[in-house]
């Protein structure tokens, strides 16, 4: 009976070791939308780590002990650069002395976007084009001006996975074979992804809404949605009375459908605002914080938001 239990065990040890042991790199990626895209290019070869676990949000964590030991044992860091995850700034040149660290916010190719600022009406003004890559010398003074949730469109995707396909071939040449035939499977799919997101959009591409902080005009670019302004500007600053107000009149003027909250975040304000009139509540999640993470993450996540600004704008 003995025997038969350890060799049982045996053949479990040697299972795990034969499926997830092919590398002993250590990854770390800081945000759920990237990790995922990491865990699916690593897929079969080793499992990545992820910093940000849960229902936070990058703009106002704060390092715990157990994130920066791994920090200090990485071997390669993936993070989306000082703009969107200021918490990673201090510990990333203090503590990961041996690691590489690739900022995604770097990557060549990307399509970006600067921040929008709201007009008078409190609407965002127009900004229809994309800035191509932000040259090194130009980096420092314009880095704070570009909006870094730029994961929420499939073609940046596309690009990051291919640069995260080189990085990680690079560092473990071993494995460079089954980097590349994951990295195209994940490209096929952002295709489809992106090919059916265009399809169920069209629907909606007239509605107006409101958003509680801009986290979505990668999305909103792609699939011509119209989103007419966010509720904050910052989100961890206290929201003004006269941007209440700019709401408010938006709503009396029926130039508002739907009002998006989050779930990291208080959804009273939002409440508050709508009530009584016929405007309804939606909620966006533009990290995942409420999926588990892993390859298929970035694909629910996009077809979270599809779903949900259908449900709220039909
Ligand atoms: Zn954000």
Redesign the pocket.
Known sequence: MKVRFYLVIISLLLFFSQTNADSNLNVVVSIKPYHSLVSGIMYGIASPKLLLKGNL???NYSLKPSDAERLQNADIIFWGGEN?EVFLVKPLSSLTKKAKVVSVFEINGLKLKYFRHLNHMGKYENHESYISNISNTQYLEQQSTVD??LWLDPENAKIITNRIVNVLSEFDPENDKKYQINGEKINVRLNELDKELSAEMREISNRTYLVL?D?YQYYESRYNLKNEGSITIH?DHFIGVSRLRKVQNMIKKNEVFCIFAEPQYSQKIIETLIKGTSVKKGILD??GSNLLPGPELYFDLMKNLSISLKACLN
């Open positions: 949000s990058p703009h969107l870094p949730h902080h986290a989100l533009p990290i």
